[in-house]
T-cell receptor, first 115, second 112 residues
Framework: AQKVTQAQTEISVVEKEDVTLDCVYETRDTTYYLFWYKQPPSGELVFLIRRNSFDEQNEISGRYSWNFQKSTSSFNFTITASQVVDSAVYFC????????????FGTGTRLQVFP | NAGVTQTPKFQVLKTGQSMTLQCAQDMNHEYMSWYRQDPGMGLRLIHYSVGAGITDQGEVPNGYNVSRSTTEDFPLRLLSAAPSQTSVYFCASFRDRGQPQHFGDGTRLSIL
C-alpha cells in the first residue's frame, strides 16, 4: 500500500530555532519519488524538493536540508535558523514509478514560527 | 507563462446544484490531477488523467466526474452538490511520473 505519515500535526518554534519535520512512507515499489511542498497562509502549493529512491544523499538548500533514509523509510525536512516567513503547512508526498500514477500526500505539518 | 489556471476562485452552491470547476494548463503536460483539501486530511486525490481521453479514479471519486478531451483542459464536475463536498479544490499538472506537480491556486467551494 502507498502511504505517507506526518505524525506532527503542528509545531511551534521561536525565530532562529532549528526545526525538523518528520515524514515516514510506505511503498511496495522499488523505484519511487518523494516530495516536499509548502503551503503558506496565502494558500498556494509550492514545490520544494524531489528525491528518487536511488539517491540517498542528503540535500541542503540554504537553510533547508533533507535527510532521506531508506532503512527507516523516512524523508525528514529540517529548517535551520527558522524565520517567520517559514510559517506554513508542509506536505510530504510519495509517487511510485511502477504501480500507479498517483501522488499521495501526508496530512501535513503546520509550522508556526514566532518572532 | 500562466502555468495552471483554475476558475472560479470562490463559489457558493446550494445542495443539489451542479457545477464545473475549470482547470487549464499551458505547459503541454500529459498528466493532470484533481485534489480536495480538507482540514486535517491533507490533499486527497479525486481523479487524474495520464493523457487526453484517459482518466482514472483517485481516493475519493464519488460525486465527481471528469473528462479530458484536450491536453490543456481537465474540468471537474459536481453532479449534485452535497455539503460534504465543501472543500478547497486544487488542480495540478505534471510532465511524467515522478516529476513535480504544478498546482493551480485552488477553488474554495462552499455547499449550503
Amino acid at each position: 500500500a502507498q502511504k505517507v505519515t506526518q505524525a506532527q500535526t503542528e509545531i511551534s518554534v521561536v525565530e532562529k530555532e532549528d526545526v525538523t519535520l518528520d515524514c515516514v512512507y510506505e511503498t511496495r515499489d522499488t523505484t519511487y519519488y518523494l516530495f516536499w511542498y509548502k503551503q503558506p497562509p496565502s494558500g498556494e502549493l509550492v514545490f520544494l524538493i524531489r528525491r528518487n529512491s536511488f539517491d540517498e544523499q542528503n540535500e541542503i538548500s540554504g537553510r533547508y536540508s533533507w535527510n532521506f533514509q531508506k532503512s527507516t523509510s523516512s524523508f525528514n525536512f529540517t529548517i535551520t535558523a527558522s524565520q517567520v516567513v517559514d510559517s506554513a503547512v508542509y506536505f510530504c508526498a510519495l509517487s511510485e514509478a511502477q504501480y500507479t500514477d498517483k501522488l499521495i500526500f501526508g496530512t501535513g505539518t503546520r509550522l508556526q514560527v514566532f518572532p | 507563462n500562466a502555468g495552471v489556471t483554475q476558475t472560479p476562485k470562490f463559489q457558493v452552491l446550494k445542495t443539489g446544484q451542479s457545477m464545473t470547476l475549470q482547470c487549464a494548463q499551458d505547459m503541454n503536460h500529459e498528466y493532470m490531477s484533481w485534489y480536495r483539501q480538507d482540514p486535517g486530511m491533507g490533499l486527497r486525490l479525486i481523479h487524474y488523467s495520464v493523457g487526453a481521453g484517459i482518466t482514472d479514479q483517485g481516493e475519493v471519486p464519488n460525486g465527481y466526474n471528469v473528462s479530458r478531451s484536450t491536453t490543456e483542459d481537465f474540468p471537474l464536475r459536481l453532479l449534485s452538490a452535497a455539503p460534504s463536498q465543501t472543500s478547497v479544490y486544487f488542480c495540478a499538472s505534471f510532465r511524467d511520473r515522478g516529476q513535480p506537480q504544478h498546482f493551480g491556486d485552488g477553488t474554495r467551494l462552499s455547499i449550503l
